[in-house]
């Protein structure tokens, strides 16, 4: 609890406390020995004012104000008129007098609020700790010194100095020193991430062991940490439209029950079916119990705990009616590259001809490229742990779409496709694995070939898998590589449909299709990670973007983002947001279920004031106790 909320309780349990010393005092009968039948009654009400003026006195003062602003018809109204009517009872001589119930309905009606607010701050502390992640100052060196300065103000290609402890302030590539990384508050890993020279770091990590040199590649408006703040903040304007409905339905429900309620105590007793004093009783009854404490505050708050549950996965929601849609998606859609594969090639194989060996193949490659910027170039270089002497290196010649040629060591090496071999009249054989074939030639001979491909992610089958098992109904592949590369990847993930050789606008085309062979009631999620994704993020029901590795342009037009590139986090994501769902309609049909059974027994006098304290604060408190389950989420 906070310095406020502790003030509120203090205050709340010595109104409790007087009140159970004046009830027990009245029921004692001791106030009657003291004054008198009649007596007793006058006394009762000014002893139980006092409990209910200490508790009550801000709900009476919010009253005053929003009916002085012409908004009557909200809760603290409703509460006032029902609490006052109760002592105005007194006025009555042939009732029961109901201050106690009075009082107790106010106490009460506190003791809810308070748990409401609790609530809501225990959901906002997953939210809260997202928003811990600004960090405060960045450690820059001038003239030998380590200056504190606002990252805002740390300009793109500063080197900032990091020390163990403190929090990475900007996007970077790691130039000198190594540590581990704890990025849970990011991506939602317990495990540290093990960083070095030339390593990418993103702000809002925290560094853990080791002194790190940064140089910066983003502004601080444009890093990682500045994003996550700005969806964060704007999550709570995007409201479902379950949310939105409870919303209107409070506006429309409210002045129909007073309005009700005012009927019931009036018309009976003017058409002289009983004691004005019962009807009255009746209609304050009514009253309290017609209050939608527990819909306005449960759904909104069920809500808004799946959003921080979410985030506590490094799943970032930007609003509940994302959620809510979410809830509903039984097609999901990928793109390939840097969301099912990691989007950097590798070498997944070396196959020597015969007498060949395979370390001697690959460092004629990785000579031959040696010059060479290309993708797959750069994977060749990498694969190789010796030493490239340039030394040793002339001619180089690119032959574009085809390979390279190159003197290595007098020796005249190839090294690319088909087409390349076949210009130069070499011969070749092809290869069963799927991926990108390098040929290498020596001097016109056949040394073997080099596979290279994209790595499909660890969890990416599990991911598929896992989707399938949540009812997901279909999982197809979008993408603009090669049919058999697509294929193969779409048969070793499981999944139901691929489309290859695709452009950014025939994705679109594609997810149309989709769309249109959609069944009632269900939604279609695209997941994407790059800026040609960003109109296909846009036109599905819910765009999902990867956020570590992922574009700009695809996290702006992405509805979630997830924070560590892994797919699996998407049938989390809907293991929340069906979870939320569940949990936002068993309140709406507790709450509207009772209040109705109660309402009726109310108008029937059956229902006396103190089942109405139930049928309001009882509800709304086993409401939000229920709302606070979307905020528990498993961690997979």
């Keep these: 609890m906070n310095k406020k909320q502790r003030r509120w309780r203090n205050r709340i349990v010595v109104a409790i406390a007087i009140f159970a010393v004046i009830m027990a005092v009245d029921e004692a009968g001791l106030l009657a020995s003291a004054f008198g039948a009649r007596g007793s009654v006058y006394a009762a009400f000014v002893l139980y004012l006092i409990p209910y003026l200490i508790a009550g006195h801000d709900v009476l003062a919010k009253a005053a104000r929003n009916l002085a602003r012409g908004e009557a018809f909200d809760e603290c109204f409703l509460m006032t008129v029902a609490t006052i009517g109760a002592f105005a009872m007194v006025l009555f001589p042939d009732t029961d007098p109901h201050m106690a119930e009075g009082a107790a309905v106010m106490l009460f009606y506190q003791v809810g609020e308070l748990f409401q607010s609790y609530a809501v701050g225990q959901s906002r502390k997953s939210i809260a700790a997202m928003m811990d992640i600004a960090p405060e100052y960045a450690n820059v060196e001038r003239d030998g010194e380590l200056v504190q300065v606002d990252p805002a103000e740390v300009a793109v290609g500063t080197v900032v100095v990091i020390k163990p402890g403190e929090r990475v302030p900007l996007d970077g590539v790691v130039c000198e020193g190594s540590s581990q990384l704890d990025t849970a508050a990011l991506t939602g890993e317990s495990v540290p991430r093990h960083v070095g020279s030339g390593s990418e770091v993103v702000s809002g990590c925290v560094n853990m062991t080791g002194l790190l040199h940064v140089r910066t590649t983003k502004p601080y408006g444009e890093s990682t940490v500045a994003r996550i703040l700005e969806l964060v903040e704007n999550a709570s304007e995007k409201k479902a439209r379950t949310e939105s409905f409870i919303t209107r339905f409070a506006r429309v429900y409210t002045p129909a029950v007073v309005l009700s309620a005012l009927a019931l105590a009036v018309v009976p007793p003017l058409a002289g079916m009983g004691a004005w004093s019962d009807w009255i009783l009746r209609g304050l009854t009514f009253l309290v119990v017609s209050c939608p404490c527990a819909l306005v505050i449960s759904v909104p708050l069920s809500f808004f705990g799946g959003i921080g549950g979410a985030s506590r996965l490094g799943i970032l929601v930007k609003g509940s009616n994302y959620l809510e849609l979410l809830a509903k998606v039984d097609t999901v859609v990928f793109d390939k590259t840097g969301t099912l594969t990691s989007g950097t090639f590798n070498v997944v194989a070396i196959h020597p001809e015969a007498g060949v060996e395979a370390d001697y193949v690959l460092s004629l490659a990785a000579h031959a490229e040696a010059f060479s910027d290309h993708p797959i170039a750069v994977s060749v270089r990498e694969a190789y742990s010796g030493r490239i002497d340039r030394g040793r290196i002339r001619d180089v010649r690119e032959e574009s779409g085809h390979g390279v040629s190159a003197r290595v060591d007098e020796h005249v090496v190839l090294v690319g496709n088909d087409r390349l071999m076949a210009e130069h009249g070499a011969s070749w054989h092809d290869c069963d694995l799927t991926g990108t074939v390098l040929h290498v030639t020596v001097d016109g001979a056949y040394a073997g070939h080099i596979v290279i491909a994209d790595v499909v992610k660890d969890d990416a089958e599990a991911a598929v898998r896992e989707l399938h098992d949540a009812g997901v109904r279909r999982c197809v592949m979008l993408t603009g590589d090669r049919a058999d590369v697509a294929e193969a990847v779409g048969g070793r993930l499981g999944l139901d449909e691929?489309?290859?050789?695709?452009?950014?606008?025939?994705?679109?085309a594609e997810v149309e299709r989709l769309l249109a062979e959609e069944r009632e009631g269900g939604r279609l999620a695209f997941v994407g990670d790059g800026i040609n994704d960003a109109p296909v993020l846009t036109r599905a029901d819910v765009g999902i973007a990867m956020g570590a590795?992922?574009?700009?342009?695809?996290?702006?037009?992405?509805?979630?983002?997830?924070?560590?590139?892994?797919?699996?986090?998407?049938?989390?994501?809907?293991r929340v947001a069906r979870k939320t769902m569940r949990i936002v309609w068993q309140n709406i049909v507790f709450a509207i279920g009772v209040k109705v059974l109660i309402l009726v027994l109310a108008a029937l006098g059956l229902a006396n004031m103190w089942l109405a304290v139930f049928g309001d604060v009882g509800v709304a408190v086993i409401a939000i106790l229920n709302a606070m389950r979307a905020m528990r989420v498993e961690r997979h």
Aim: hydrophobic share 50%; net charge negative; proline share 5%.
């Design 498 to 508: 691929v489309r290859a050789q695709l452009l950014p606008q025939d994705k679109v």
């Design 549 to 574: 590795m992922g574009s700009d342009a695809a996290i702006e037009a992405a509805d979630v983002v997830l924070m560590d590139d892994r797919p699996s986090k998407i049938a989390s994501a809907m």
